[in-house]
C-alpha cells in the first residue's frame, strides 16, 4: 500500500541511492518498499523528506490535486478521500 518504489521509479533514484540520501542501508529500504518490514510515521516522514514529496504521497491512493485544489489521498480501510494540507 506504499508508493516508494513507484516514486523512486519516476525520479529515476535507486534503493543505494535512496538510502544514501537517508543514512540507513539499502536492505532497510528495500524491506520498507516491498512491505516486508513495518514503518512508522516518523519513518514515512524520513523517506518523504528524502524523496522531497509530502507524507502522503508515500501511500497508495494519494491524489496530486483533487478537483478544488487540495492534495488528496484515499483512505486504504475506508475508501474516504482525505485532504492533507502543508504545515507552515
Not at 544514501?20 to 539499502?26: I, K, T, Y
Amino acid at each position: 500500500m506504499l508508493r516508494i518504489d513507484k516514486i523512486m521509479k519516476d525520479q529515476n533514484l535507486s534503493t543505494q541511492e535512496l538510502a544514501e540520501r537517508m543514512h540507513v542501508s539499502p536492505q532497510y529500504v528495500s524491506e520498507v518498499v516491498n512491505e516486508r518490514k513495518n514503518i512508522t510515521l516518523s519513518g514515512l516522514s524520513k523517506f518523504a523528506d528524502a524523496l522531497q514529496v509530502p507524507v502522503a504521497a508515500l501511500i497508495d491512493g494519494y491524489h496530486e490535486k483533487d478537483q478544488m485544489g487540495f492534495n488528496s489521498f484515499n483512505c486504504p480501510y475506508c475508501g474516504k478521500v482525505i485532504q492533507v494540507e502543508k504545515l507552515k
